[in-house]
Nanobody
Framework: HVQLVESGGGSVQAGGSLRLSCAAS????????MGWFRQAPGKQREAVAA??????????RDSVKDRFTISISQDNDKSTLYLQMNSLKPEDTGIYFC???????????????????WGRGTQVTVS
């Protein structure tokens, strides 16, 4: 079982930056793909970015390319996923979730149903 805990959300003005973190821990788990999703009020959850852990392939939705950077650090049995968000816009507002896929290397990274574990989310508000 994998536990995911997000942090780093907050309120910023447009043009500002935030760095989100997602700490993944647990026993005997395998991570093939880690992703960030977000959900704005009244809207469906959407994929923001993903990282294939072994291949180090990276994926972004078009609206965040050149503004957001996904990265990962790994130490023994703990992995931490990051999302550096620059030049934030009001439309970036939402709850940001991290997710883990144990069995495929981000081939279907945009689809939330392929992820096995989810964090509870962290709020990002851009005004």
């Amino acid at each position: 079982h994998v536990q995911l805990v997000e942090s780093g959300g907050g309120s910023v003005q447009a043009g500002g930056s935030l760095r989100l973190s997602c700490a993944a821990s647990g026993r005997n788990f395998r991570i093939d793909c880690m992703g960030w999703f977000r959900q704005a009020p009244g809207k469906q959850r959407e994929a923001v970015a993903a990282l294939a852990v072994r291949e180090r392939n990276i994926y972004y939705r078009d609206s965040v390319k050149d503004r957001f950077t996904i990265s990962i650090s790994q130490d023994n049995d703990k992995s931490t996923l990051y999302l550096q968000m620059n030049s934030l816009k009001p439309e970036d507002t939402g709850i940001y979730f991290c997710a883990v896929n144990e069995a495929s290397a981000c081939g279907s990274w945009k689809y939330d149903f392929v992820y096995d574990y989810w964090g509870r989310g962290t709020q990002v508000t851009v005004s």
